[in-house]
């Protein structure tokens, strides 16, 4: 009796084996399980008490892996008819303008503001992070999995930095100054950079400073040197200055900008002076470090902008001038920006926005069209300057009774 048990229990054992063989060779046809499915079904014919009298041949296992195997190789990296972005980075770019307008009352012209909120990491910088990277790899200048980044940041072209990095596959080290916001610090470390901060009376030079002594120090380093790096100009006038100039239907007229590496106010303005010679540019720097303006670098609250010096690639021939703009006005207009726009902007937008109004309210702009640049997302500066009272005034919250 028990012979004749253990010749059934074979007889099923083998048929189980050949109809899962099918199965999965039938399955890997119709492309309708995965390897994941295989490795669950290895788990299950290893610990299942019929299976564990099932002796597969070896030729049989290598058949279903390489099955498997060419599947995933063969798989096509996008699907014709779908929508579907290949990776995050196709994010990048296309962000809408917006009128102001409750925040323009009294001004006699109109002001746009292009969203860069809207971008995959909620800032500008994710432009020229791609550029810089793209070109770099381009040029065989860095490889992923054996350079090492390294790179001075204020904040937002770090974070920018670190989320191309960790998508390609580099490791990133980036020196900031530690007066940057909390969200800021979090944020890199979140996308896997390593994070050292400078002394903040130093700025951004002290920050500058740091990164070249570890460029010196850290094997296989590379850095993208965003204050002298061409692709950092050029993809704003390969696409910032092409996406205002058509969402403007060419009807553009002022185009006001703050200074940080230079980048944008740089690409943006040649691009839109090579389509109309008479558009307007205007920078935009901290009146507390107005190195543009022939003043001395000092500490400010505009975060992004007035690095102390000039940058290389900031291009002072393509404006009309650099306006200087009070910490302070910087802040109220960006919370006011939320308050009547509905718009949760940064310092640096709300120092644009100063700019743009000042422009905005001089006669000779009367009817025309101002457009400026909202780089980043408010949420990004919770635990800064901008919403200090907000944050004491939420931390006092006390919690109400319930009947």
């Not at 006005?329 to 308050?339: G, K």
């Amino acid at each position: 009796m028990a012979m004749a048990m253990a010749g059934v229990c074979g007889a099923a054992a083998s048929t189980v084996r050949r109809r899962s063989i099918d199965y999965l060779s039938r399955s890997y046809r119709s492309r309708s399980i995965d390897l994941a499915g295989a490795d669950c079904y290895t788990r299950w014919m290893s610990t299942t008490t019929t299976a564990q009298s099932i002796v597969v041949p070896e030729e049989e296992k290598a058949t279903v892996a390489s099955a498997f195997a060419h599947r995933i190789r063969d798989l096509p990296k996008v699907l014709p008819g779908t929508n579907i972005k290949p990776d995050v980075s196709h994010l990048i770019g296309k962000t809408p303008l917006v009128f102001l307008n409750k925040i323009c009352e009294g001004c006699e012209a109109y002001i746009a503001a292009k969203q860069e909120m809207m971008q995959p990491t909620a800032s500008i910088k994710d432009r020229p992070a791609q550029a810089m990277i793209a070109d770099a790899e381009k040029k065989q200048l860095i490889t992923p999995g054996k350079t090492v980044l390294i790179e001075p940041t204020s904040g937002n072209m770090g974070i920018s930095m670190a989320f191309i990095a960790a998508m390609k596959g580099y490791r990133m080290i980036l020196t900031m100054p530690s007066y940057t916001s909390m969200e800021r610090r979090v944020t890199m470390k979140a996308f896997g950079a390593e994070l050292i901060l400078t002394d903040p009376d130093k700025g951004m030079g002290g920050t500058v400073k740091k990164a070249y002594q570890l460029l010196e120090s850290t094997p296989d380093a590379f850095m993208l040197q965003q204050f002298s790096n061409p692709a950092n100009t050029q993809v704003h006038f390969d696409t910032t200055g092409p996406e205002i100039w058509e969402d403007t239907l060419g009807e553009v007229d002022i185009f006001v900008m703050g200074i940080g590496s230079g980048g944008t106010v740089s690409g943006v303005g040649r691009y839109l002076k090579s389509q109309n010679p008479n558009v307007q540019i205007y920078g935009v720097e901290p009146a507390e470090s107005n190195v543009l303006n022939g003043g001395k670098p000092g500490p400010h609250l505009i975060t992004g902008n007035g690095v102390g010096f000039k940058p290389d690639i900031l291009d002072m021939d393509i404006m009309e001038g650099v306006l200087e703009v009070k910490s302070e006005d910087a802040l109220i207009i960006a919370r006011q920006l939320a308050l009547k726009e509905g718009l949760m902007v940064g310092i640096s937008s709300g120092a644009n926005t100063v700019a743009a109004l000042e422009l905005a309210r001089r006669p000779e702009n009367k009817g025309k069209l101002i457009v400026t640049i909202h780089p980043s997302f408010g949420e990004r500066y919770l635990s800064s300057a901008l919403f200090e009272d907000l944050r004491k005034e939420a931390e006092n919250m006390q919690p109400v009774p319930v009947d």
